[in-house]
């Protein structure tokens, strides 16, 4: 049985002016996921190594809406995140994404050291090879456009991936539908939300849904 194990990492964290404040917005942010997802989830997010944190997800349907919720909740850091559908070797924990092991985690470990080393921000594992080919350049490309993105657009992101409409996230984002359509056509926000669903699309097939 494949699993889909998300790695997500702070960029930077370490030169942070407030790490306390920090850190108390990357554990709401978190248990918020964790009450919002507990049926998606097979082990919770959880905090690792104080800049780090991972879960197991049963699909793949709200991943991406989760990775920019986070991006959102934790600007102005930057988060990178780490993908990878594969074997789990021990129990699944499903109090704790702790003391697990498999080529899930090591791909998701492999692919969060390379993230690291060009700059990106997202990365994916466990594709079929065509699928993978495919990926792996758009997300370089995705991951350099959004950089720069700041809170407003974030949480239009976020919105967009779990189906909400425009009233809704201009009531969210405290902003006009009129600005909401703005931003939306400005950075191609539809057209991102498109290419982020055929990739979820991909991780499921992954995962034999």
Do not use: C
Not at 15 to 24: G, I, K, N, P, V
């Amino acid at each position: 049985m494949n699993h889909l194990v998300l790695i997500g990492d702070l960029v930077a964290s370490r030169h942070a002016t407030d790490r306390t404040s920090l850190q108390r917005r990357l554990q709401k942010a978190v248990q918020s996921l964790n009450r919002r997802r507990e049926a998606g989830l097979r082990s919770p997010f959880t905090i690792t190594l104080g800049d780090e944190f991972q879960a197991i997800y049963r699909d793949a349907d709200t991943t991406f809406g989760d990775v920019f919720f986070l991006l959102h909740a934790l600007a102005p850091i930057r988060v990178r995140f780490a993908l990878s559908v594969g074997k789990i070797d021990t129990p699944i924990n499903k109090r704790q994404a702790i003391g697990m092991d498999g080529p899930a985690f090591h791909e998701a470990r492999e692919i969060m050291n390379g993230l690291k080393k060009d700059g990106r921000l997202l990365g994916l594992g466990g594709l079929d090879p065509e699928a993978s080919r495919l990926a792996k350049p758009v997300l370089a490309i995705f991951s350099g456009i959004i950089e720069p993105w700041r809170d407003t657009r974030l949480r239009l992101m976020a919105g967009l991936l779990d189906g909400a409409d425009s009233v809704s996230l201009a009531k969210a984002a405290q902003i006009t539908p009129r600005a909401v359509n703005k931003n939306i056509r400005a950075a191609d926000l539809d057209e991102w939300r498109r290419v982020l669903l055929e990739l979820t699309r991909s991780l499921n097939t992954a995962l034999g849904r």
